[in-house]
């Protein structure tokens, strides 16, 4: 009878030091997430950001003197806005060859013209209408059309945001130790913490084409969830495609601003400016990247009527004008679509 008991107090023993286990393991970091306070924690620090980028584009929006702003975007040289136009262009095309990455990795058969066409249409939604409804519903929609499966469709979706993400952090990294931000609002960093930083978020670029190298194309799986990697040449494909994205597009800024900042400073403004976007989840940055840019750029020789006149038209040239091509190419694939009696097969209208 003995063994009885001393198996019931040992089960009592481990019922009782269980929960003291579970609290430990919910008390570590990696469960934070699973937290009650986590998503509260969250939204402060977005709510902070907000606060301050709300404030420092209201007060900014104060002091400018909005018909020099107009008169400024008057006064841009027909030829600077129809270069920087060129490069908006050959953006939105870089961008497209993103779905190839894609392509390859998922496997789908679709032609690369009309992979490149689906991309296009999309990126400008995504711009100016958030990542869920350009990144993930225009472009569901058109693969789905064409009879691409859901899952294919998010792999597909899934690589170009990490492509596009990938070539960001390496370019920053090479950034930080090309450009040195200004004060702005009586804040400064130190040049030898910018470029820490700037080393630590350019080495995650390489860490994953390293691992990318490393698998030689076998999956990546994290707690049960598999996550496909390419191997290492499309990897550094992806690097490449997307900082040569990057750059076209901080070209495009420093062509409107007549290159009278220098080209890193224009770049950064746009990387930074993307960022302060993503946080806040202001449709298609507006705002944002006026302050940002105002903050960067504005000096004595280079006013901020200057700077936001160039800001504006640079929207106007990448985000809106793009979103307007995008719209007549996703319309008119419609109305083909339901006018036809069998499956969609036709292409893509051409961007």
Request: glycine content about 10%; overall charge positive; hydrophobic content about 50%.
């Amino acid at each position: 009878m003995a063994h009885p008991t001393l198996l019931a107090d040992t089960d009592t023993l481990a019922d009782a030091k269980a929960p003291a286990a579970r609290g430990h393991t919910a008390r570590g970091w990696r469960n934070w997430p699973q937290q009650a306070w986590w998503p509260w924690a969250t939204r402060g620090v977005a709510a902070a950001f907000f606060v301050v980028v709300a404030g420092l584009i209201f007060r900014q929006a104060r002091t400018v003197d909005w018909p020099a702003v107009l008169q400024a975007v008057r006064d841009l040289p027909t030829m600077a806005l129809a270069m920087a136009g060129g490069l908006a262009l050959l953006s939105h095309f870089t961008y497209g060859t993103f779905d190839w990455v894609g392509r390859y990795c998922s496997g789908h058969r679709l032609p690369r013209a009309t992979t490149l066409g689906i991309a296009m249409t999309s990126y400008p939604f995504t711009l100016n209408l958030g990542s869920l409804i350009g990144g993930v519903g225009v472009r569901y929609r058109l693969y789905a059309r064409r009879g691409v499966d859901p899952g294919t469709i998010g792999q597909v979706v899934g690589t170009s945001i990490l492509t596009n993400w990938v070539g960001y952090l390496l370019l920053a990294g090479v950034l930080a130790w090309l450009w040195q931000p200004p004060t702005v609002a009586g804040w400064a960093v130190n040049t030898w913490q910018w470029r820490l930083g700037g080393t630590v978020v350019g080495s995650l670029a390489l860490a994953y084409t390293g691992l990318c190298a490393l698998r030689k194309g076998r999956a990546l799986t994290l707690r049960g969830h598999e996550f496909p990697l390419p191997r290492w040449p499309v990897a550094l494909w992806q690097v490449a495609v997307s900082a040569s994205n990057w750059m076209l597009m901080g070209a495009a800024l420093w062509m409107v601003l007549q290159a009278q900042v220098s080209y890193p400073a224009a770049l950064a403004t746009v990387l930074l400016g993307a960022v302060a976007g993503l946080v806040l989840r202001v449709p298609a940055g507006l705002g944002v990247l006026e302050a940002v840019g105002v903050a960067l750029l504005a000096t004595e020789a280079l006013g901020q009527e200057e700077v936001l006149a160039a800001l504006l038209a640079y929207r106007a040239l990448y985000y809106f004008g793009p979103l307007v091509l995008a719209m007549v190419a996703l319309g008119s694939a419609e109305l083909r679509w339901r006018n036809r009696a069998g499956p969609p097969t036709e292409a893509l209208p051409k961007i």
